[in-house]
């Protein structure tokens, strides 16, 4: 941040992100779960309390008019809350610098207005979650900005979409709700021929599972408020990236004002020291319970990245360290079933949301993609009969009985108990 407010009324200058997150030279860089539990933390001195303390302020004593006084302002993203959520989710995604933010939502919609401007095109992916394409192609557009949406599976898309105007391009993996894993790799170097960023929205793997840095994305956005909090009690968005990027993000913060309140901070970093075994759970039983939906005979198709007939499996095999807590399931009774096998949960709740540690069922038909037509919906894999679920951290034994309960009611007539 300027050292001269009067030259940076808005208090928008430079910032630098908190350098105790970031391994010390001379040391190797500790290991990722060292990181979720430290990372931003340093040592404390005798006194100082071991957890970071909720600094519920939104606002922070300057010194006099002459003595160059560093503008704290909740706002601005600068409480120090906010700072640990952001260098935080940096230093795990390997990236110069992190910002939080009041929701996935917002960290999305400002990365993508400080990168676009009237005139300017962007390159997507088709496969979206259901209000960041409303974003792109009737935001966006209402701004003079034009946005291709690209099937990523159509070899050479990404290259034959790009125009002069192009300004970035923009993939979300795994999808929302069809788990697919796209391969960022081809995309960036696409990107690279032609001098453009890849953004990259990585919510469903955590940086846990996928550290898309590694495979080419310039920036990486999270919806704080699935994985990374962990526990469905708190809205918030990470994006991460190189600071001149970011620096542009806190801009608009400062001027749009999504700023993430210090307390969802708080709740964020507490989520965030136990991500990796929390993580660890969610893979192991969705990995099981995918096995498990596939051998129902109420299912006609299991999307699971760990699944071996996931048209995916190899790309996430090769680019994730797990295949994530997600599975969505189709069933043979189409829609029908899948409202009945909602009304017969118990355990697992129908709720529109994902990543906590509570098991979460949702019908991306009447939920997330709601906005699309049936027929928009099947073009990009989402059938009617699809059910989404998170999977929790709870039993196996029980969300396996807890589903076979439900499946004996689908409807489809061929339940068993
Ligand atoms: C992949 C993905 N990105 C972004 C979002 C938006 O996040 P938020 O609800 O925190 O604004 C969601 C929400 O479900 C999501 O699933």
Redo the contacts with the bound molecule.
Sequence with gaps: MSSDPSSDPLGVGAERSDPSSRPSSGHPAPSLSTRVVHGGVPGGRPGEPVVPALVQSATFFGGGPDDGVELGYTRYGTNPNQRLVGDRVASLEGMEAGLALG????A?TLTLLSMVEAGDHVVSSQQL?G??RIFMEEELPRRGVEVTLVDPDEAGAWEGAIRNTTRLLYL?TPT?PTLRVFDPRPVAQVGQRHGLPLVM?V??ASPVNLRAGEWGAEIVIH????YLGGHSDL???VVAGPMVRINEVRRLLRLYGPALDPHAAWLLDRGIRTLDVRIERHNRNALELARWFQNRPEVARVHYPGLPDHPDHAVAHRLMDGFGGMVAVELVGGADAADEFCRHLSMAALAP??GGVETLVSLPRLT?HRSMTAQEREGVGISEGLVRISVGIEGLEDLEEEFARALAHDGSGSGRS
């Excluded at 929701?103 to 917002?106: D, L």
């Excluded at 919806?223 to 699935?226: D, E, G, L, R």
């Design positions: 929701s996935g939502m917002a999305i979650y209000a960041t979300e929302n929205d919510t469903f919806s704080a408020t699935k809205i918030a968005g949301s994902l997330s």
